[in-house]
């Protein structure tokens, strides 16, 4: 896992009515956007504990270098928490069971996966260019340092990964456990099992792949 020394600039919150306003936090550091790993596996998996999903992007070779550990500041102090690269949350979300995730959002979801398999069977067989994906976004400079991400860029693109992955029904005793977490050592909380999907400190049954 990568844990080279990039300084954090700033830390953002946002609550999204979709996901029973649920508080998003993201890093925005000089070299991209990370988000904890314990939030996205308790958005869309349901589960406050994220071992197995830590073990599992410790595994994946891309993963691995779009994740560092950061301090991240909770109401109970500052916590260091492995968090990913926004590049990498799409590879995170392809690779995660549909079974596994939520079940207000499995279908939705599915369809999703659906839409990045022929998009990928279109790239790899030269139906839509390679360089299609960025061509909208200038070329930096060589010796230019990573654009900034402004507050706003970081609204849309919450809006727009919610708009995508459907809205969420979490009660408050969901958001509860993960406040909870949040203020725990990683490894200290044992997730309740929710709508099929295990504990992810189970041997067997560990919640991500």
Known sequence: ?????VPVVRQVSRRLP????VEVVALITS?????????LTFVFLGDVNDRAQRARVQRDPILRELTHTYPVETSGGRQRM???ERLGIGR?????????????I??????????LTRLADQLLFGEVAASASSAALPAPADDAPPAMFSDDQLAKFLSYLA?????LEIDM?????LQMALLQSPDAVEAPAISGVASANGDATETGE
């Not at 499995?106 to 839409?115: D, G, H, M, N, S």
């Not at 005793?173 to 456990?177: A, C, E, G, L, N």
């Open 1 to 5: 896992m990568a844990n080279s020394p």
């Open 18 to 21: 979709q996901w029973g306003n």
């Open 31 to 39: 070299d991209g956007v990370y988000f904890p790993l314990k939030v």
């Open 82 to 84: 492995v968090c990913l």
């Open 92 to 104: 995170w979300i392809n690779g995660v069971e549909v079974s596994r995730m939520r079940p207000e």
């Open 106 to 115: 499995r279908e939705r979801f599915l369809a999703f996966q659906w839409e």
């Open 163 to 167: 708009q995508r992955v459907g809205n």
């Open 173 to 177: 005793r969901q958001v509860k456990q």
